[in-house]
């Protein structure tokens, strides 16, 4: 993955943001709006971005693009910093494969242990009946 490449292909928009600022915050745009249309990224291969649509599927619109907003700071190149290093950080987890699952099965003893409590709680509740008093 090339980073220079990758951040080539992002999309920045500057908004005005809410919040402290007083009326400054009405003047100046300074939340970022970063997007990526992941689906024509030709950074990535076909099998990096099966990985990052099924990873990041929460955080992708209908139409894969991923859409990150910053407006932390009061400063719009803080912001666009901020959001730049978001985005790598969520690429490097999305391309993070899951760990295959290797079957295991129970050990003897902590079978032959699973009955042993089974027949000792079974044994608890027999003698909690009444005397069977049928003559």
């Known amino acids: 993955m090339d980073l220079a490449d990758l951040l ?44 990052l649509c099924k990873n990041l599927s929460s955080k992708l619109t209908n139409d894969n693009k991923l859409i990150l907003f910053c407006d932390e700071t009061r400063s719009q190149h803080k912001n666009k910093n901020l959001a ?3 985005f790598i950080t969520l690429i490097k987890q999305g391309l993070i494969a899951p760990k ?7 050990s003897k003893a902590s079978i032959r242990k ?7 709680h079974a044994d608890k509740k027999q003698l909690r009946k009444g005397p069977n008093l049928d003559f």
Do not use: M, Y
């Not at 943001?17 to 300074?30: F, P, Y």
């Not at 699973?114 to 000792?120: P, V």
């Open 84 to 86: 730049i290093q978001r």
């Open 114 to 120: 699973k009955i042993q409590d089974k027949k000792k």
């Open 8 to 51: 080539s292909e992002l999309s920045f928009k500057a908004t005005r943001s809410g919040g402290a600022g007083g009326q400054h915050v009405n003047k100046v745009s300074s939340k970022i709006e970063l997007s990526f249309d992941l689906l024509n990224s030709k950074v990535f291969s076909v099998e990096q971005k099966e990985l």
């Open 100 to 106: 295959k699952r290797k079957p295991t099965k129970p």
